[in-house]
């Protein structure tokens, strides 16, 4: 069976419009409530919606891969580049900054044209020493092959599973050639169906040593950020791509094996990418539902300020009711407020009490050595 790549009419892709459009209309309704809702949170929360959303997306790209990268670090390179002025920032390596300026020039650069050397720096940049693990890469560089064909596989050595093949090394500069074209050209595709065809086209050709895959979705969250006219990132396609990761690679198989890409259709000749587009479609519309439950803090917390002045409330109040919406971990108590507030627990618990009589905390019924408050549902 022929790879996709290697057949005549690469890389000429046809899907089945009625079957897409649908799905796409869907996707591009609820892209549009989530970020009319998140626009109108007000400056603070927007930044914090964003900047949880960069960090989960930087965080779950990377572990697609296999790679664990600490969110402390994350969290605080982000915040770095970008101006933010956070609590508890960290000090973060060469490697987690480069991954972090990888992505935030893909997102808030989005709108730049797309060239070799920008590829080629964002590659250079996951890999600032030059080695993946312990193994040395080619770096900004197209791959040259001199190892073997670029094989994705997995299995034990001598049980090998070959998912796929990429084109060779000498065919690079004009496949990519081919690619950047087709990215910065003015045909009229809506620029999330263009996100899917990108992902399948840059993951196909696999021009890098290692990086391909976190690179495949930089380009996608760059033309998701051209659909949605902003910078301001509230969804993750990364994120959601990590928890069906199975069936990600699944479907990259069956696409790049495709036995009917070379048939005919009603709309001609080409590669038959169909089933690619409705399940990349449909990852999406679940990745924008997994954004609303994932920011759920941060609305939850817009909409308790909308409808509870400040005023009542000191500055010791305002600090624990805003740490309880953004997760706070185990049970509230008064040496833990005391603690974050930097306060003596005799307050702590005339300001707990003072939240109880508002009716914004109840005691925690499950008992245990020490008493325990939740927010009021």
């Not at 890389?11 to 998140?38: C, T, Y």
């Not at 709108?111 to 250079?124: D, V």
């Not at 690079?172 to 899917?196: H, Q, T």
């Not at 990418?273 to 990349?280: N, Y």
Request: proline share 2%.
């Amino acid at each position: 069976m022929k790879y996709i790549h290697q057949l005549n009419n690469w890389p000429q892709f046809i899907w089945d419009h009625e079957k897409v459009a649908d799905l796409l209309g869907s996707v591009r309704n609820r892209q549009g409530r989530l970020i009319g809702r998140m626009e109108s949170l007000g400056f603070s929360l927007c930044k914090e919606a964003i900047l949880q959303t960069l960090t989960l997306d930087i965080i779950k790209s990377s572990e697609i891969e296999g790679e664990k990268l600490d969110s402390a670090s994350v969290r605080s390179s982000i915040a770095r580049k970008l101006g933010m002025d956070i609590a508890g920032i960290v000090d973060s390596d060469r490697h987690v900054d480069g991954v972090v300026e990888m992505m935030l020039d893909a997102t808030q650069n989005f709108n730049k044209t797309l060239t070799k050397e920008r590829l080629l720096g964002w590659q250079a940049a996951i890999f600032p020493g030059g080695h993946s693990g312990i193994r040395k890469i080619r770096t900004g560089a197209w791959r040259d092959d001199k190892n073997g064909p670029m094989q994705v596989v997995s299995g034990r050595i001598g049980r090998e599973r070959i998912y796929f093949e990429a084109p060779s090394a000498n065919q690079l500069n004009m496949e990519m050639k081919r690619f950047i074209s087709w990215f910065n050209g003015s045909e009229k595709i809506d620029p999330v169906l263009k996100s899917a065809i990108a992902h399948l086209w840059f993951v196909t050709i696999h021009p890098f040593d290692d990086g391909n895959g976190r690179i495949a979705r930089a380009i996608t969250g760059m033309l998701l950020a051209r659909a949605d006219g902003s910078a301001q990132r509230f969804y993750s396609m990364s994120v959601q791509i990590r928890k069906e990761r199975n069936a990600y690679y699944d479907m990259l198989e069956k696409t790049q094996k495709a036995p009917t890409a070379n048939r005919h259709n009603k709309q001609g000749k080409g590669i038959n990418i169909t089933a690619w587009l409705c399940w990349f479609l449909t990852c999406l519309d679940r990745a924008l539902s997994s954004a609303e439950d994932s920011l759920s803090g941060v609305l939850k917390k817009a909409d308790f300020w909308k409808s509870h002045p400040k005023e009542l409330f000191n500055e010791r109040q305002r600090i624990m009711i805003n740490k309880i919406f953004e997760g706070f971990e185990g049970n509230l108590t008064t040496s833990k407020w005391a603690k974050i507030t930097k306060c003596s627990q005799d307050t702590a618990y005339r300001d707990i009490l003072g939240l109880i009589g508002k009716e914004i905390l109840i005691k925690d019924s499950s008992g245990g050595r020490s008493t325990g408050y939740l927010m009021k549902e």
